[in-house]
């Protein structure tokens, strides 16, 4: 049974920082695709940073430059630091991976809310 457990979020003012992060149990973070996606209300989901098992990493042309993904492999944990966050941030911040998104499973997320 895979669990992806968000958390870090909070209410932040624009410009300001937040770390997610999202714990595994279940499966590996090393050896598993790991994906940050945001949902804003009356707004789909959307897939903001993506991690592989390899490192390399990609990043939605929105955040990219302001929001990094990191990975550690010890703690089964990987993280999203966002910096210079703007209004637009705003949204529940999930972690997930392809074949659990496929099978609809999704973790309670972490609420990220950034004041103008």
């Known amino acids: 049974q895979v669990q992806l457990v968000e958390s870090g979020g909070g209410l932040v003012q624009a410009g300001g920082s937040l770390r997610l992060s999202c714990a595994a149990s279940g499966m590996s973070v090393s050896i598993n695709t790991i994906t940050w996606y945001r949902q804003a209300p009356g707004k789909q989901r959307e897939s903001v940073a993506v991690?592989?098992?390899?490192?390399?990493?990609n990043y939605a042309d929105s955040v990219k430059g302001r929001f990094a993904i990191s990975r550690d492999n010890a703690k089964n944990t990987v993280y999203l630091q966002m910096n210079s966050l703007k209004p637009e941030d705003t949204a529940v911040y999930y972690c997930?991976?392809?074949?659990?998104?496929?099978?609809?499973?999704w973790g309670q997320g972490t609420q990220v809310t950034v004041s103008s």
């Open positions: 991690i592989t098992s390899g490192g390399s990493r």
């Open positions: 997930n991976a392809p074949n659990y998104v496929l099978g609809g499973y």
